[in-house]
T-cell receptor, first 116, second 111 residues
Framework: GAVVSQHPSRVICKSGTSVKIECRSLDFQATTMFWYRQFPKKSLMLMATSNEGSKATYEQGVEKDKFLINHASLTLSTLTVTSAHPEDSSFYIC????????????FGPGTRLTVL | QKEVEQNSGPLSVPEGAIASLNCTYSDRVSQSFFWYRQYSGKSPELIMSIYSNGDKEDGRFTAQLNKASQYVSLLIRDSQPSDSATYLCAAFKAAGNKLTFGGGTRVLVKP
């Protein structure tokens, strides 16, 4: 149980385009979803936390107009990287939790974004 | 000072030996602690969680927590080449509902 999927697993796009990444909880309802970014040989950095039906809470330094997060249902959250640039190339990982406040997060397999 | 700190390694251990990984955290309100394993190009997978002082064993893994010293460790017994990965320590605070990760320790188990 507690499986989280992400789609796509890998995406290459041109600079200036927008990319949408989906995160789904397959066998449980995710009240809270988290989006992380990881640069090569670096640790995971939390970008934002989203609760179903409400606006995401962004971490300091993360541009909310650039990284649009939608948590429209209890099983789906999306991250849209708008007007992507090469410096946005990274490994994006989502995680999901069943409760509003929970230390148990189930991680998706990640999405490798390369912006040319 | 980073909230969660780890030695980046690499920690090189011979097959069959014990790998010992350390992690310190700065915020005393952190309530629970986690060790994740991450293979290159993959997302983290949970190995252990620990909530109270002392040791917690699960198979070949033992987590140790010392809240007074703000210190968490992970021992991997009988290390196998398949244990070669980066190990991430994470601390959770309910205020903020946030897991904060350390930089990770790369472990290399040599046959």
């Amino acid at each position: 149980g507690a499986v989280v999927s992400q789609h796509p697993s890998r995406v290459i796009c041109k600079s200036g385009t927008s990319v949408k990444i989906e995160c789904r909880s397959l066998d449980f309802q995710a009240t809270t979803m988290f989006w992380y970014r990881q640069f090569p040989k670096k640790s995971l950095m939390l970008m934002a936390t989203s609760n179903e039906g409400s606006k995401a809470t962004y971490e300091q330094g993360v541009e909310k107009d650039k990284f649009l997060i939608n948590h429209a249902s209890l099983t789906l959250s999306t991250l849209t990287v708008t007007s992507a640039h090469p410096e946005d190339s990274s490994f994006y990982i989502c995680s999901a939790a069943q409760d509003l406040v929970s230390d148990t997060q189930y991680f998706g397999p990640g999405t490798r974004l390369t912006v040319l | 000072q980073k909230e969660v700190e780890q030695n980046s390694g690499p920690l090189s251990v011979p097959e069959g030996a014990i790998a010992s990984l350390n992690c310190t955290y700065s915020d005393r309100v952190s309530q629970s602690f986690f060790w994740y394993r991450q293979y290159s190009g993959k997302s983290p997978e949970l190995i252990m969680s620990i909530y109270s002082n002392g040791d917690k064993e699960d198979g070949r893994f033992t987590a140790q927590l010392n809240k007074a010293s703000q210190y968490v460790s992970l021992l991997i017994r009988d290390s196998q080449p398949s244990d070669s990965a980066t190990y991430l320590c994470a601390a959770f605070k309910a205020a903020g509902n946030k897991l904060t990760f350390g930089g990770g320790t790369r472990v290399l188990v040599k046959p």
